[in-house]
């Protein structure tokens, strides 16, 4: 065991300080919007991502996300950056103020010449390295209030934020529009000429989307189309009957996709003030490990008496010496190898050093220890051990952060369970509780004072506690060297350093810049990525047209019908309860058609989600709500929605879950022989070009595998519980006997060790629920 955690630090402690080889998805992610039929479009706020432009097609950039992209391809790199493009747009930079020594671009990464940036010097950590200054990002206000002002006026109900949640792209699109049409005359015309074409979903052809094997995302994609051609009709009669801005000739529609599409993949909105394009900060990669932007006010940072209430300084944590050299600030580089030692020693997923290629190899190593060590410690259970965060951090590309779609998932969890037998007895119990209180003899005034005055004294000697153990933390890391007595912020907290709001911003105020700072130590030759949302596969291929494995944010989502929950679910029932299509604008105010009927959506429970890494629980919960109806065991009383309590009762609940899980996959194994037939080969044709055909087929492909894989990884999972409840049932060996056992009807010995750590939440109740209840029996 010790020469295994010999081994972790003696490798990882090495790679922090030599060339990471991540593994890119060559995307960013930006704000994206969904739109809605109309005038007024509901926002549906996104993240978009930005797919960053090739050597030859667009497409060639995007079938890199399947490669290896980290080593400089040193022939491509030396032709891009004698091409006329991109020398011309480093002036440009240069001449604007952009600062970005230690900052290469364009470099060409891998076989095919994913286009990035790479630092030519290491980088200390918490250090700006890129500064771009005001006067170039192009912002919602400084677009509404160009030459175009007045055109602006002329239609609130597309450009005004008061009216139009879209408005923020509605005006940039017009904006790009206008200022490309002015060629050299543009501020901008050296950095659109290195905007090629954005490639998305919007140029897939009817039939490559109809070949799409998920209905769900054929249907999405057409509702897309539909909904960007009614934006452009919108937009081309206002256009078209402005001549002091736009000619007929020349405001076309393919004019109008190029600016849409670039605004939708490179637009920057979250936590920030509206919608900017901000040039040169769109051309860093996507990865998980990042750097980190902030907008900085130079004159807030150099006398703080002077700034805006609601401006956050940063100069505490930050270097920005970039911006001036009054604001430097160097952070020692101790802190992070002790961080590293103290993750590689627990386990932590972060131990790897954000190394793709040492931490693909590094993960089963130590989900072995960790299963080694549970097999040795019989006081030791899997929920208490540390085990590597797995699939269940959640995507953002859910709807639920609308409000409207908040309210809709409380009302639907609770199920409208008041009806039924088991709550109504629940409610009478909280009834004759809550009356028993109002009963007891009241508390006079001064035994209210008194009560509060200890846990006033409670409190102030928690709070003491906390301040002593934080004081002696931080002189005890003082006098290690690990941090200095000022710099009180940890790491992570750099993260909270954006504000929430902007009123401090102005579009001309020339005292601003946006910056790029690195979390971690950035060495000499490598990509220099950025980071900015959690998205799924079936997002990314409908709004940008493309995919990426592995992606640990993929999900594959569902519905089911609740107008149907006084229905057992069962094999008999499931196609007409499961709800797997996507749900249109129109269909979530009139309802879906089902068969002739019309079904509304308020009888639509909220999106389940199946990940690759985890258990569904929720779907569980769901099973355990539909059951309880039709069950009549002894033990019916002591049932919990929230948790397992009855072996017979959760048996039937998992038997159900598997009932649905299944249902869904037999729907997706009807394109298996479609999928089948995408045998495109990856490899380039002339200068390394890739077939926009083969290139679909691909990102198709990848899609449907990734759902397979999380619906046979759920069956799994359900089966494996299955299994060690109904050992628990026999009661003839302890628990950890029982969930420490390969299953090898459901499980490979490879697979093992990361089932059981997936399961480790849903054991945990178990043991809690039935396995501790049997023992106080």
């Given at each position: 065991?010790?020469?295994?955690?010999?081994?972790?630090?003696?490798?990882?402690?090495?790679?922090?300080?030599?060339?990471?080889?991540?593994?890119?998805?060559?995307?960013?992610?930006?704000?994206?919007?969904?739109?809605?039929?109309?005038?007024?479009?509901?926002?549906?706020?996104?993240?978009?991502?930005?797919?960053?432009?090739?050597?030859?097609?667009?497409?060639?950039?995007?079938?890199?996300?399947?490669?290896?992209?980290?080593?400089i391809n040193k022939e491509l790199t030396a032709k891009l950056q004698k091409l006329e493009k991109y020398v011309n747009f480093n002036n440009w930079l240069k001449a604007n103020g952009v600062v970005y020594d230690?900052?290469?671009?364009?470099?060409?990464?891998?076989?095919?010449?994913?286009?990035?940036?790479?630092?030519?010097?290491?980088?200390?950590?918490?250090?700006?390295?890129?500064?771009?200054?005001?006067?170039?990002?192009?912002?919602?206000?400084?677009?509404?209030?160009?030459?175009?002002?007045?055109?602006?006026?002329?239609?609130?109900?597309?450009?005004?934020?008061?009216?139009?949640?879209?408005?923020?792209?509605?005006?940039?699109?017009?904006?790009?529009?206008?200022?490309?049409?002015?060629?050299?005359?543009?501020?901008?015309?050296?950095?659109?000429?290195?905007?090629?074409?954005?490639?998305?979903?919007?140029?897939?052809?009817?039939?490559?989307?109809?070949?799409?094997?998920?209905?769900?995302?054929?249907?999405?994609?057409?509702?897309?189309?539909?909904?960007?051609?009614?934006?452009?009709?919108?937009?081309?009669?206002?256009?078209?009957?402005?001549?002091?801005?736009?000619?007929?000739?020349?405001?076309?529609?393919?004019?109008?996709?190029?600016?849409?599409?670039?605004?939708?993949?490179?637009?920057?909105?979250?936590?920030?003030?509206?919608?900017?394009?901000?040039?040169?900060?769109?051309?860093?990669?996507?990865?998980?490990?990042?750097?980190?932007?902030?907008?900085?006010?130079?004159?807030?940072?150099?006398?703080?008496?002077?700034?805006?209430?609601?401006?956050?300084?940063?100069?505490?944590?930050?270097?920005?010496?970039?911006?001036?050299?009054?604001?430097?600030?160097?952070?020692?580089?101790?802190?992070?190898?002790?961080?590293?030692?103290?993750?590689?020693?627990?386990?932590?997923?972060?131990?790897?050093?954000?190394?793709?290629?040492?931490?693909?190899?590094?993960?089963?190593?130590?989900?072995?220890?960790?299963?080694?060590?549970?097999?040795?410690?019989?006081?030791?259970?899997?929920?208490?051990?540390?085990?590597?965060t797995t699939s269940d951090e959640e995507d953002n590309d859910t709807d639920s952060e609308d409000e409207e779609e908040k309210k809709k998932a409380r009302e639907i969890s609770t199920l409208k369970l008041k009806?039924?037998?088991?709550?109504?007895?629940?409610?009478?119990?909280?009834?004759?509780?809550?009356?028993?209180?109002?009963?007891?003899?009241?508390?006079?005034?001064?035994?209210?004072?008194?009560?509060?005055?200890?846990?006033?004294?409670?409190?102030?000697?928690?709070?003491?506690?906390?301040?002593?153990?934080?004081?002696?933390?931080?002189?005890?890391?003082?006098?290690?060297?690990?941090?200095?007595?000022?710099?009180?912020?940890?790491?992570?907290?750099?993260?909270?350093?954006?504000?929430?709001?902007?009123?401090?911003?102005?579009?001309?105020?020339?005292?601003?810049?946006?910056?790029?700072?690195?979390?971690?130590?950035?060495?000499?030759?490598?990509?220099?990525?950025?980071?900015?949302?959690?998205?799924?596969?079936?997002?990314?291929?409908?709004?940008?047209?493309?995919?990426?494995?592995?992606?640990?944010?993929?999900?594959?989502?569902?519905?089911?019908?609740?107008?149907?929950?006084?229905?057992?679910?069962?094999?008999?029932?499931?196609?007409?309860?499961?709800?797997?299509?996507?749900?249109?604008?129109?269909?979530?105010?009139?309802?879906?058609?089902?068969?002739?009927?019309?079904?509304?959506?308020?009888?639509?429970?909220?999106?389940?989600?199946?990940?690759?890494?985890?258990?569904?629980?929720?779907?569980?919960?769901?099973?355990?709500?539909?059951?309880?109806?039709?069950?009549?065991?002894?033990?019916?009383?002591?049932?919990?929605?929230?948790?397992?309590?009855?072996?017979?009762?959760?048996?039937?609940?998992?038997?159900?879950?598997?009932?649905?899980?299944?249902?869904?996959?037999?729907?997706?194994?009807?394109?298996?022989?479609?999928?089948?037939?995408?045998?495109?080969?990856?490899?380039?044709?002339?200068?390394?070009?890739?077939?926009?055909?083969?290139?679909?087929?691909?990102?198709?492909?990848?899609?449907?595998?990734?759902?397979?894989?999380?619906?046979?990884?759920?069956?799994?999972?359900?089966?494996?519980?299955?299994?060690?409840?109904?050992?628990?049932?026999?009661?003839?060996?302890?628990?950890?006997?029982?969930?420490?056992?390969?299953?090898?009807?459901?499980?490979?010995?490879?697979?093992?060790?990361?089932?059981?750590?997936?399961?480790?939440?849903?054991?945990?109740?178990?043991?809690?629920?039935?396995?501790?209840?049997?023992?106080?029996?």
């Amino acid at each position: 065991m010790n020469e295994q955690i010999n081994y972790l630090l003696k490798i990882n402690s090495q790679s922090i300080y030599t060339q990471s080889q991540f593994l890119t998805h060559s995307l960013n992610t930006r704000s994206n919007t969904h739109f809605k039929k109309g005038k007024k479009f509901q926002q549906k706020t996104k993240n978009c991502f930005n797919k960053m432009e090739g050597v030859s097609t667009q497409f060639q950039q995007n079938i890199l996300l399947q490669t290896d992209n980290n080593s400089i391809n040193k022939e491509l790199t030396a032709k891009l950056q004698k091409l006329e493009k991109y020398v011309n747009f480093n002036n440009w930079l240069k001449a604007n103020g952009v600062v970005y020594d230690g900052v290469e671009y364009p470099v060409a990464f891998g076989q095919y010449g994913l286009i990035g940036a790479a630092a030519t010097k290491d980088i200390a950590p918490l250090t700006a390295f890129i500064s771009i200054p005001n006067k170039i990002i192009i912002s919602y206000d400084r677009a509404r209030f160009s030459e175009l002002k007045s055109f602006f006026k002329q239609s609130e109900d597309l450009f005004s934020e008061k009216e139009n949640d879209e408005a923020g792209v509605n005006v940039l699109t017009v904006f790009f529009m206008y200022e490309r049409l002015k060629g050299k005359k543009s501020l901008w015309h050296e950095y659109f000429e290195i905007l090629e074409n954005n490639e998305t979903i919007l140029t897939w052809t009817a039939e490559e989307i109809n070949r799409i094997p998920d209905p769900y995302i054929q249907k999405q994609a057409r509702e897309y189309k539909e909904q960007v051609d009614e934006l452009w009709d919108e937009l081309k009669e206002l256009l078209h009957s402005q001549p002091n801005f736009f000619q007929k000739a020349t405001a076309t529609k393919e004019l109008f996709l190029w600016a849409y599409n670039i605004v939708m993949s490179r637009c920057f909105g979250y936590t920030q003030k509206g919608t900017s394009i901000v040039p040169f900060a769109d051309c860093l990669n996507h990865n998980k490990y990042h750097a980190t932007y902030f907008y900085i006010h130079k004159e807030f940072e150099l006398n703080q008496a002077n700034k805006h209430p609601q401006y956050i300084i940063k100069k505490r944590t930050l270097d920005l010496s970039i911006i001036d050299p009054l604001l430097a600030n160097k952070v020692t580089p101790t802190l992070f190898k002790n961080e590293v030692f103290n993750f590689i020693k627990n386990y932590k997923e972060d131990a790897l050093f954000n190394n793709s290629s040492v931490r693909s190899q590094m993960i089963p190593i130590v989900r072995q220890i960790n299963m080694e060590q549970l097999q040795k410690n019989q006081d030791q259970e899997i929920w208490t051990s540390q085990f590597f965060t797995t699939s269940d951090e959640e995507d953002n590309d859910t709807d639920s952060e609308d409000e409207e779609e908040k309210k809709k998932a409380r009302e639907i969890s609770t199920l409208k369970l008041k009806e039924s037998s088991s709550m109504r007895e629940a409610l009478e119990r909280v009834r004759r509780y809550e009356e028993k209180l109002r009963n007891q003899p009241k508390m006079t005034q001064e035994d209210e004072e008194k009560a509060k005055q200890e846990r006033r004294k409670a409190d102030e000697s928690y709070q003491q506690q906390l301040l002593e153990k934080q004081k002696k933390k931080l002189e005890l890391e003082a006098k290690e060297g690990k941090i200095q007595q000022d710099e009180e912020l940890e790491l992570k907290n750099i993260y909270y350093l954006n504000e929430d709001d902007y009123d401090w911003y102005n579009c001309q105020d020339n005292q601003i810049y946006f910056i790029f700072a690195s979390n971690k130590p950035i060495v000499k030759g490598e990509q220099i990525y950025n980071f900015y949302g959690r998205r799924t596969n079936r997002y990314l291929i409908c709004w940008y047209g493309f995919t990426f494995q592995p992606n640990e944010y993929d999900s594959l989502s569902f519905r089911l019908f609740l107008h149907k929950k006084s229905e057992e679910i069962n094999e008999n029932n499931i196609k007409e309860i499961l709800y797997s299509d996507y749900i249109s604008f129109e269909e979530w105010e009139n309802g879906v058609k089902i068969g002739e009927k019309i079904v509304p959506t308020d009888v639509l429970s909220k999106e389940f989600r199946l990940k690759d890494g985890l258990l569904c629980d929720e779907l569980i919960n769901y099973m355990r709500i539909n059951k309880m109806q039709h069950y009549n065991g002894l033990d019916r009383d002591l049932i919990m929605l929230t948790q397992p309590r009855s072996i017979n009762f959760e048996l039937r609940c998992i038997e159900a879950a598997l009932i649905v899980i299944k249902e869904l996959k037999n729907r997706y194994l009807k394109f298996s022989s479609q999928v089948k037939d995408m045998s495109g080969s990856l490899q380039g044709g002339k200068n390394n070009s890739i077939p926009i055909q083969v290139a679909h087929q691909q990102f198709s492909k990848i899609l449907y595998d990734g759902h397979i894989r999380a619906l046979e990884k759920q069956i799994a999972l359900l089966n494996i519980s299955k299994q060690i409840l109904q050992e628990v049932a026999k009661g003839t060996e302890n628990f950890k006997q029982i969930y420490l056992r390969l299953y090898p009807q459901f499980e490979t010995e490879q697979d093992y060790p990361a089932n059981r750590e997936y399961l480790r939440k849903y054991l945990k109740a178990i043991n809690e629920g039935i396995v501790t209840k049997i023992k106080q029996k």
